[in-house]
C-alpha cells in the first residue's frame, strides 16, 4: 500500500506552514479549522504550490526535494485530485470530463477506461450530459470519475462533500468507501467535519495554525460520538 511522506516548511504565498506527517495508505483525514493549512499542505502534496524547504515522497518516488532541486509539475507527480468546487469544463459532457486526463491513449482504449469509471461511479445513462445538466452529486462523482481515469497512486480530495445537502452528502461518504474499497487508491481528505473523519478516515493528521499537532489512528484520536460543540464551522477561504 502506497505511503506518503510529507516534511516541509516556510512561506506559502501569505501563510505559514511547518508540515511533518506520515500516512501510510487507506485514507487520511486532514483535519483542522478554516485556516489551519489543510488546503496548502493538499495543494503542496499535487504540485500547485511549493514550500520553501522539505521533501514530499510516495513510496520510492519523490515529489518534491528542494535541496535536490526536485520539484515534479502535477502532471508528473501521478496524482488525482479532486477540487472542492468540482473544477468541471463546462464545454465538455461527461464522457468528455472522465476522459479528458487520458488523450494520449488510443481513442478505444481511452473509451473502455471511460466506460469503466461510468459504471463504477453509476453515472449509466449521463455520458452526453454537460455538468450545467447535471445535480451537485451527479457533478462530484463526474469529478471522482475524472480524477481516477489514469489510475493515480494517490488521490487528493480538497473537501469534497462541501455545499452538498446532508442527503446527499452522506451518501456520497458510503459510496467515496466503496470506491476506495474497490479500487485501493490511497486518499489523502481535507475535511472540517468530524462525522466526514469517523466514516471514511484510518488515518488522522490534524491542524492548527499551518502545524500538526496530532497524528494516528482516526478511530483513536476520535472514538465514538462527538458532541454537537466538537464540529468545526467551515469558512469560505479555508487554507
Known amino acids: 500500500m502506497v505511503s506518503l511522506e510529507v516534511c516541509f516548511a516556510g512561506r506559502?504565498?501569505?501563510?505559514?506552514?511547518?508540515?511533518?506527517?506520515?500516512?501510510?495508505?487507506?485514507?487520511?483525514?486532514?483535519?483542522?479549522?478554516?485556516?489551519?493549512?489543510?488546503?496548502?499542505?493538499l495543494r503542496c502534496v499535487a504540485g500547485l504550490d511549493s514550500p520553501a524547504t522539505g521533501r514530499i515522497s510516495i513510496g520510492d518516488s519523490v515529489l518534491f526535494d528542494r535541496k535536490a532541486e526536485i520539484d515534479l509539475p502535477p502532471r508528473e507527480r501521478g496524482l488525482g485530485y479532486v477540487f472542492q468546487h468540482h473544477a468541471l469544463?463546462?464545454?465538455?459532457?461527461?464522457?468528455?470530463?472522465?476522459?479528458?486526463?487520458?488523450?494520449?491513449?488510443?481513442?478505444?482504449?481511452?473509451?473502455?477506461?471511460?466506460?469503466?469509471?461510468?459504471?463504477?461511479?453509476?453515472?449509466?445513462?449521463?455520458?452526453g450530459r454537460r455538468p450545467s445538466d447535471l445535480s451537485g452529486?451527479?457533478?462530484?462523482?463526474?469529478?471522482?470519475?475524472?480524477a481516477l481515469a489514469p489510475e493515480p497512486s494517490l488521490?487528493?480530495?480538497?473537501?469534497?462533500?462541501?455545499?452538498?445537502?446532508?442527503?446527499?452528502?452522506w451518501r456520497l461518504l458510503d459510496e467515496l468507501l466503496q470506491l476506495h474499497r474497490r479500487t485501493g487508491v490511497a486518499m489523502l481528505l481535507v475535511t472540517h467535519d468530524v462525522e466526514e473523519v469517523r466514516r471514511l478516515a484510518h488515518w488522522l493528521v490534524r491542524l492548527r495554525k499551518g502545524r500538526?499537532?496530532?497524528?494516528?489512528?482516526?478511530?483513536?484520536?476520535?472514538?465514538g460520538r462527538a458532541p454537537a460543540a466538537e464540529r468545526t464551522s467551515r469558512s469560505d477561504g479555508d487554507r
Open 155 to 169: 488521490l487528493l480530495l480538497d473537501e469534497p462533500f462541501s455545499g452538498l445537502d446532508d442527503e446527499i452528502r
Open 212 to 223: 500538526v499537532v496530532d497524528e494516528g489512528l482516526a478511530a483513536e484520536l476520535i472514538p
Open 12 to 41: 506559502v504565498g501569505e501563510f505559514d506552514l511547518d508540515v511533518a506527517f506520515r500516512a501510510p495508505g487507506g485514507i487520511t483525514a486532514l483535519f483542522g479549522p478554516s485556516g489551519a493549512g489543510k488546503t496548502l499542505t
Open 89 to 127: 469544463f463546462p464545454h465538455l459532457d461527461v464522457e468528455g470530463n472522465i476522459g479528458f486526463g487520458l488523450r494520449g491513449m488510443p481513442r478505444s482504449d481511452r473509451m473502455a477506461r471511460v466506460a469503466e469509471l461510468i459504471d463504477l461511479v453509476g453515472l449509466g445513462g449521463f455520458e
Open 137 to 146: 452529486g451527479e457533478r462530484q462523482r463526474v469529478a471522482l470519475a475524472r
